[in-house]
Structures are given as structure tokens and as C-alpha cells.
């Protein structure tokens, strides 16, 4: 049977939106209480919505019962402060699963790269139902920061980066593509991440607010690229090798 798609996703896996005024809305971001996630110290995030409306960001296939990144519960605490990220969320009229406000520090381009990742959205996602895929919406202005998505993991031909300016708003396959975030700046990046259904609805929405599935990626100077990317390989086999050491280590008893 197959999954419901978004056709506006179909040839590349992502589009731009309009960029919404920003400036005009209250800073709510600012007065969420934050949970501490990935163990890298760069992350945390202020949930919206989790699986049964608890302060907690973890995946809804860890739950009892596992089930799949939708049917979100509202997280009183937070949405209270954030009405109006709140509405943002359910302004295409879809379902939605996870949704929160990441907070990001400073990172280098090689640690984003290291950090790229594809999600895991659709895990228990029930066949014919609608595909599950990210809006994206900066709340900071991170005009000199990038959204970086690759196809392909270690082809940097393949990257697309798109400049995090305060409002801009994307919707993004993130199963699809390798993704992380390039935040250079003193201060952290807060941005709205929600898990929505693919459907007309969210076709709708993305027509609506001209969905463009080409922006124009920023240039990068090749060379810079090229010595992140060697890099980022020496860091994962160092880690490759450092995991496969620990696992000799514990065979053998010691
Ligand atoms: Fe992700």
C-alpha cells in the first residue's frame, strides 16, 4: 500500500516557506523550561508535546506501549508560556507527534558534520497512513548559521545548507536526509521543531506559503569543506576504534 506523501516533498525532500516575521511575535522561547537530552552538552530541548504530555523529549516507540511520532500530547507547563508556537505547530490543521524547541550552542562546521543524522520518525509508523516529516521554524536570527542536508552522508557535492535568519521556516524529510546544524555565533539557536503528517492538508499549508524545494544553497569554499570532512572521518574511526576496543576489552574479561 505504501505510505501518503506530500507531493510538494517528492523531488527533493524539502522546501522553504516564507519567512515569517519573527520580530512580531513575543520571545516565548525564552521562558520554556528546557530538559537536558543528547549527552553532548550542545542540546536541550523545551518540549511542546510528548507522548503522554510529560516534561520529556524521549521517542514514542520508547514508551509503553510503543507507537509511532504521532498523537502528541500537549505538555501544559510549556505550551501555557508559548500560545502563539503553539498555533504555529497547528496551523496546517495535521497531526502531530513530537513537537519542541531545540536550543543549540555554537558549534564548529566539522561538528555539525560529525552530528549529521537521519531521524527515525516513521519507526511504527502504520502502512497507508501519512509519512512522517519535520517543519523546522528559527526563532533566533541566525542569519550566518545553516540547516545542512546531505543525501549522502560522506558527499559533500550533496549538501544543500540554507541560512537559519530569524523566521525562517522549512518543511524537511529528515529520514531522508542527513541533517545537523551549523550554528556559528556567541549565543544559543532556538528553533521550533515539529514531527507533522504528510497529507493534502500539509500540501495545502506548504502551497500556501510558496514551498521551494530549490533554494539556493550557500557557497562554501571547497577547500574548508574538503579539511572538515577529513576531519570528521578522523574522528568516527577514532571512535569506531575506541568502541571496538572497549568490547575486546570486556570479551576478555577485563
Ligand atoms: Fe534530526
Redesign the pocket.
Known sequence: MGYIRSHALEETGYVVLDRHDQAADPREWLDLEYVDWLSSGQTRFAPLASAFGEMECNGFWNHTPPRTDKDGVWVPANTAKAPVLKARAEEPGVNIGRCRVIELQPNTYSNALYNL?Q?DNNRLNPDGTGWIV?SFMNLSDDADSYLLLREDRFDPETEVRIPLAAGTQLVVD?QRFW?AVWHQGSEPRYCLITSWESGPELDAYIAAKHGEPHYATAALDPVFVQEAQTEVRRQLAERAATISAKGRAEREGA
Request: a neutral charge; hydrophobic letters at 0%.
Open positions: 543524522h531521524d519535520r529528515t541533517h
